[in-house]
């Protein structure tokens, strides 16, 4: 392995500068490099399944944005225990942050690929898993300071409501929501728009594809739960948390662009302190980017969208990385990525100045990953006169759980199906799908 270079920052998060083809390409990482993410669901007595999120998501990234510091967010945690692989990560996972526990052999990956969260600034990937999980006692957080007991718990939606929340705003890194439970809903075989299991319905399961997840999983055979449980309502003194502070930082400089936010912050109840102080890390940048999908609806074919080849160099150079990261998936390492237009833009600038025809907004934008930066990921759509490179949505969405993508691509792909009543598992619309029920 070539020598790497001295890392600017490296108590928890790396930025490290390589060469690469004779241009300066910046690296952010945290312990691991890489997520494991759970969509965590639960059936009822009827078989509908909930999407299970946590309530609580404190994120100092949002207090510097001026945005919402809690929000609901997914079952997640990064690679950094030392002997753990994604598997055991996503399970302690479970507990810690909703108080579940899996039933058993349900636990699953879904999909062979990671996919990337912000991979024009970091190395970080999504490893996702599924699992239908029973709630037993509260949780407690990871003891880091973060997560605050009283304050984190479960909460449970229908999918349709859950996908609303990720276009809103109420759900941190919603990008990366949406895919992981798009693709939880795709490989179990449900259609959320319909609320029906396409195993029950013939002729929908012969048009029914997981789009690259592999053969789909039934999961009733696993077991239903007696009831839906109740959400969880924070209580005791972490239910007055309503925001966070700096309790001392140091600003590193990174590049021209960005720099390094290290100290240590403190959660605050109406600007009062909550609390011991905690370690945190995170970059803060001058620009936001924005997705931003060409389509055109043929009669025929339905929704047609444009993606093109864009160099990733940080694909390449984690190779080079890979004694630091241990995800049990496949990676694409290659330089040339397919995907859509990914615009950096000056924060408070807009995206449209760079196009002449104007842009659809398709929901609110979100964080690409507020453990580790402050960038926000926006979601537009704009609509053209179809080209011969232009290819089924279905078969991009494919494209993006293949190891093509990131995780942003794939939720601006679903949001616009959600715009345009789509439903890219059947090749069909909603309306052509309810009358074949």
């Known amino acids: 392995m ?15 500068v390589f060469d690469f083809e004779g241009q300066q390409v910046g690296i952010l990482n945290g312990p691991g490099h890489d997520c494991a993410a759970v969509a965590a669901v639960v059936l009822d007595p009827q078989s509908r399944p909930y999407i299970v999120l946590k309530t609580g998501d404190a994120r100092m990234a949002r207090v510097v944005r001026n945005d919402t510091y809690l929000k609901w967010g997914c079952i997640s945690g990064r690679m950094d225990k030392a002997g753990a692989n994604a598997s055991k990560i996503a399970l302690a996972e479970i507990t810690e942050e909703v108080g579940g526990h899996v039933v058993e052999g349900s636990f699953r990956p879904v999909g062979q690929w990671l996919t990337p969260t912000q991979p024009y600034e970091s190395s970080e990937c999504d490893a996702n898993f599924f699992s239908l999980i029973q709630i037993g006692e509260a949780p407690k957080g990871d003891g880091g300071g973060m997560e605050v007991e009283g304050l984190i718990g479960p909460l449970f939606l229908k999918f349709q409501d859950g996908f609303a929340a990720m276009e809103d705003g109420r759900v941190g890194d919603a990008g990366r929501a949406m895919t992981l439970y798009r693709r939880c809903a795709d490989w179990m075989g449900y259609v959320p728009e319909l609320d029906r299991w396409v195993y029950d319905h013939p002729r929908l399961q012969q048009r029914y594809s997981t789009l690259g997840l592999g053969e789909s999983f039934d999961p009733r055979k696993q077991g239903q739960s007696e009831a839906v449980p ?20 140091q600003k590193v400089p990174l590049s021209s662009h960005s720099q390094m936010l290290d100290g240590k912050t403190q959660h605050t109840a109406h600007g009062v302190p909550q609390g011991p102080a905690f370690t945190n890390q995170l970059m803060q940048s001058d620009y936001d980017r924005a997705k931003v999908v060409a389509y055109t609806v043929d009669p ?10 864009n160099p990733r160099p940080i694909a390449v150079l984690k190779q080079t990385l890979s004694s630091e990261h241990q995800a049990d998936r496949q990676e694409n390492h290659e330089l040339l990525q397919l995907d859509v237009d990914d615009i950096q833009f000056p924060r408070g600038g807009s995206p449209q100045d760079l196009y002449d025809t104007p842009l659809q907004k398709l929901g609110e934008p979100c964080g690409a990953s507020s453990g580790q930066s402050d960038i926000y990921y926006h979601f537009y759509a704009r609509q053209t006169k179809r080209a011969p490179e232009m290819i089924p949505i279905a078969q991009a969405i494919q494209q993006c759980r293949t190891g ?3 995780a942003q691509t794939e939720a601006l792909l679903l949001r616009l199906c959600r715009h345009l009543h789509w439903l890219p598992t059947l090749d069909l619309t909603v309306e052509q799908a309810q009358q074949m029920l």
């Open 404 to 406: 093509q993508g990131d």
């Open 2 to 16: 070539p020598p790497q270079p001295p890392a600017i920052f490296s108590k928890f998060l790396h930025y490290r």
């Open 300 to 309: 025929e074919r339905g929704p047609l969208v444009r993606l093109s080849q």
């Open 230 to 249: 109740a959400n969880f309502v924070p209580n005791g003194p972490a239910a007055a948390i309503d925001g966070a502070a700096w309790t001392e930082c």
